[in-house]
C-alpha cells in the first residue's frame, strides 16, 4: 500500500526548562529518553546473554560428587556343598563406604544446543523489538498534548491581538469623550468587553498550564510556563510505505515460532556422550574385597528417543497455530491500519479547504470591522454595535488557528500512523 504523505518536517530543537521554544521532535525523543520501559533494553539483553551461556554450559562436562554409607542384613556368601573340601571363600563386608566422582560429556546432542540457541536468540530480538513498539506508542500520547497546548498557545496570540484593538479603540474613545462627541457609556461597554477578554485569558493560560504539565511528566521534566511550542511546517510530497514497528514484530516473533518448530524436532535427535567414574571406598569395585580401595571406569553411551508419542509433533502443530493466529493479528493490524490513514487523509483534504474559507472569511471580517470602527468614530454606531463586529473577527482569526493546528496535528497522526514521525 503506497501512500502520498507530506515527508519533510522541519522543527527547530530547543531546551526545556526556562527555554524559549520547544518542537515536537524534541518532545519525542525526552519523552522516550525518560520513559522507565527504555530501561527494559538493558534488561532483555542481559538476559539474552545469561540465556545464551545456559545453552552454552552445556557442552561443558558435568561433575557430581557423591558418597554413600550403609549396612547391610544380609550379603552374598559362596559355600561348597562338599564341606571336606579345604577351600576358604572372601566374605562381603556388610558395611560399606563410597566418595565418588562422576563425570559425564556430551560429544553429540543433534544439533539441539545450537537450535536452542537460536530459538533464545529470536525470542530476545521479539522482545526488544515489543520494547519499540511501546516506546512508538508515546509518540502518539506526546502530540495530543503538544498540538492541545499549541492550539491554546494561539488562541491566546489571537485574545491578545483582539485586547490590543479593543484597548487602542477604548483610548480613541476615551478622547472623543473628554471632547463631549461620546457619552460616558460607550467606555464602559470598552471595559466591560476589555475585562471579559482578560477573563477568557486567564482560562486558557490555566488550561494550557494543565497540558503542559501533563506533557512535562511525559517528557521527564519541568516545562516553564512561558515555554513556546514551535508550529512543525510540513512540505514535500513523495511515496512512501508504511514503516511500523509492530510490522518488524510480527515478523520477529513468526521467526521465533519457526526456531521453536525447528527445537521440537531436534529433541527427539540421538545424544552420545561419555562418562567417566572415579573414586575411593570400602569395597571397591571389587566387592569382595573388605579393604579399601581407589577405583575408575570410562565408558560411553547413547540415547535416543525413538518414540516420544507423537510429542514433539504436537508441539510443532501447536506453534502452526500460533503462526496462524499470528497471520491473523497482522492483517487486522493492516486493515485497521489503512482505515486510521484513509481517515487521516480525509482530514487533512478538509482542513486544507476550510483553511482557504476561512481566510476569506476572515479577509472580510477584517474590513467589516475596519469600517465598524471608522463608523464607531463618527458616532453612527455604538461601542456595542463595534464590539459585536470585532468579536466575529476574532472568532474566525481562532477558527482559522484552530484549523492550521488541526492540519498540523493531521499531518504529524498521519507520519505517525505510517511509522515515519
Same mark, same amino acid.
Given at each position: 500500500?503506497?501512500?502520498?504523505?507530506?515527508?519533510?518536517?522541519?522543527?527547530?530543537?530547543?531546551?526545556?526548562?526556562?527555554?524559549?521554544?520547544?518542537?515536537?521532535?524534541?518532545?519525542?525523543?525526552?519523552?522516550?529518553?525518560?520513559?522507565?520501559?527504555?530501561?527494559?533494553?538493558?534488561?532483555?539483553?542481559?538476559?539474552?546473554?545469561?540465556?545464551?551461556?545456559?545453552?552454552?554450559?552445556?557442552?561443558?562436562?558435568?561433575?557430581?560428587?557423591?558418597?554413600?554409607?550403609?549396612?547391610?542384613?544380609?550379603?552374598?556368601?559362596?559355600?561348597?556343598?562338599?564341606?571336606?573340601?579345604?577351600?576358604?571363600?572372601?566374605?562381603?563386608?556388610?558395611?560399606?563406604?563410597?566418595?565418588?566422582?562422576?563425570?559425564?560429556?556430551?560429544?553429540?546432542?543433534?544439533?539441539?544446543?545450537?537450535?536452542?540457541?537460536?530459538?533464545?536468540?529470536?525470542?530476545?530480538?521479539?522482545?526488544?523489538?515489543?520494547?519499540?513498539?511501546?516506546?512508538?506508542?508515546?509518540?502518539?500520547?506526546?502530540?495530543?498534548?503538544?498540538?492541545?497546548?499549541?492550539?491554546?498557545?494561539?488562541?491566546?496570540?489571537?485574545?491578545?491581538?483582539?485586547?490590543?484593538?479593543?484597548?487602542?479603540?477604548?483610548?480613541?474613545?476615551? #478622547?472623543?469623550?473628554?471632547?463631549?462627541?461620546?457619552?460616558?457609556?460607550?467606555?464602559?461597554?470598552?471595559?466591560?468587553?476589555?475585562?471579559?477578554?482578560?477573563?477568557?485569558?486567564?482560562?486558557?493560560?490555566?488550561?494550557?498550564?494543565?497540558?503542559?504539565?501533563?506533557?512535562?511528566?511525559?517528557?521527564?521534566?519541568?516545562?516553564?510556563?512561558?515555554?513556546?511550542?514551535?508550529?512543525?511546517?510540513?512540505?514535500?510530497?513523495?511515496?512512501?510505505?508504511?514503516?511500523?514497528?509492530?510490522?518488524?514484530?510480527?515478523?520477529?516473533?513468526?521467526?521465533?515460532?519457526?526456531?521453536?518448530?525447528?527445537?521440537?524436532?531436534?529433541?527427539?535427535?540421538?545424544?552420545?556422550?561419555?562418562?567417566?567414574?572415579?573414586?575411593?571406598?570400602?569395597?571397591?569395585?571389587?566387592?569382595?574385597?573388605?579393604?579399601?580401595?581407589?577405583?575408575?571406569?570410562?565408558?560411553?553411551?547413547?540415547?535416543?528417543?525413538?518414540?516420544?508419542?507423537?510429542?514433539?509433533?504436537?508441539?510443532?502443530?501447536?506453534?502452526?497455530?500460533?503462526?496462524?493466529? #499470528?497471520?491473523?493479528?497482522?492483517?487486522?493490524?493492516?486493515?485497521?491500519?489503512?482505515?486510521?490513514?484513509?481517515?487521516?487523509?480525509?482530514?487533512?483534504?478538509?482542513?486544507?479547504?476550510?483553511?482557504?474559507?476561512?481566510?476569506?472569511?476572515?479577509?472580510?471580517?477584517?474590513?467589516?470591522?475596519?469600517?465598524?470602527?471608522?463608523? #464607531?468614530?463618527?458616532?453612527?454606531?455604538?461601542?456595542?454595535?463595534?464590539?459585536?463586529?470585532?468579536?466575529?473577527?476574532?472568532?474566525?482569526?481562532?477558527?482559522?488557528?484552530?484549523?492550521?493546528?488541526?492540519?498540523?496535528?493531521?499531518?504529524?497522526?498521519?507520519?505517525?500512523?505510517?511509522?515515519?514521525?
Amino acid at each position: 500500500m503506497k501512500i502520498r504523505v507530506s515527508l519533510l518536517l522541519l522543527l527547530v530543537t530547543g531546551a526545556l526548562m526556562a527555554q524559549e521554544s520547544l518542537s515536537l521532535f524534541e518532545c519525542h525523543r525526552l519523552a522516550i529518553e525518560h520513559a522507565p520501559r527504555l530501561r527494559d533494553r538493558e534488561h532483555i539483553q542481559e538476559i539474552g546473554k545469561l540465556k545464551t551461556d545456559q545453552v552454552e554450559s552445556n557442552w561443558y562436562p558435568s561433575l557430581d560428587l557423591n558418597g554413600k554409607a550403609s549396612y547391610q542384613s544380609d550379603v552374598v556368601t559362596i559355600t561348597l556343598a562338599n564341606e571336606n573340601v579345604p577351600v576358604a571363600f572372601p566374605e562381603v563386608p556388610h558395611d560399606q563406604y563410597g566418595f565418588n566422582l562422576d563425570l559425564s560429556q556430551t560429544i553429540f546432542d543433534g544439533g539441539l544446543s545450537k537450535q536452542l540457541k537460536s530459538y533464545e536468540q529470536a525470542a530476545i530480538a521479539a522482545d526488544l523489538q515489543q520494547v519499540e513498539v511501546d516506546l512508538y506508542g508515546l509518540k502518539g500520547k506526546v502530540n495530543q498534548y503538544f498540538f492541545a497546548v499549541l492550539a491554546l498557545q494561539e488562541n491566546r496570540k489571537n485574545l491578545e491581538v483582539h485586547l490590543e484593538t479593543l484597548e487602542a479603540r477604548a483610548e480613541v474613545i476615551r #478622547l472623543a469623550i473628554d471632547q463631549g462627541a461620546m457619552l460616558k457609556t460607550e467606555a464602559k461597554v470598552m471595559d466591560v468587553e476589555v475585562l471579559n477578554l482578560r477573563q477568557s485569558m486567564l482560562e486558557v493560560d490555566s488550561r494550557k498550564r494543565a497540558f503542559l504539565d501533563a506533557l512535562a511528566v511525559l517528557c521527564g521534566e519541568a516545562i516553564h510556563a512561558d515555554t513556546e511550542l514551535e508550529s512543525p511546517v510540513f512540505a514535500g510530497v513523495q511515496e512512501a510505505v508504511p514503516d511500523r514497528p509492530e510490522h518488524r514484530l510480527f515478523d520477529l516473533k513468526k521467526a521465533s515460532m519457526e526456531a521453536g518448530k525447528e527445537l521440537a524436532s531436534r529433541k527427539r535427535m540421538p545424544v552420545l556422550y561419555a562418562y567417566g567414574q572415579t573414586g575411593y571406598g570400602k569395597p571397591g569395585y571389587n566387592m569382595l574385597s573388605g579393604e579399601w580401595d581407589f577405583y575408575y571406569l570410562l565408558g560411553a553411551g547413547l540415547r535416543w528417543n525413538i518414540w516420544d508419542w507423537n510429542k514433539s509433533s504436537r508441539e510443532r502443530q501447536l506453534l502452526e497455530q500460533q503462526q496462524f493466529i #499470528l497471520d491473523n493479528q497482522r492483517s487486522s493490524f493492516d486493515k485497521e491500519l489503512e482505515s486510521l490513514l484513509v481517515q487521516e487523509e480525509a482530514n487533512i483534504e478538509q482542513y486544507k479547504e476550510a483553511m482557504l474559507l476561512e481566510e476569506e472569511v476572515l479577509r472580510l471580517r477584517e474590513e467589516i470591522s475596519s469600517d465598524a470602527a471608522l463608523k #464607531l468614530e463618527n458616532g453612527t454606531i455604538t461601542a456595542t454595535d463595534y464590539i459585536t463586529e470585532l468579536n466575529k473577527e476574532s472568532i474566525s482569526r481562532i477558527k482559522l488557528a484552530m484549523q492550521q493546528v488541526n492540519l498540523m496535528k493531521s499531518y504529524a497522526s498521519y507520519l505517525n500512523l505510517l511509522g515515519n514521525l
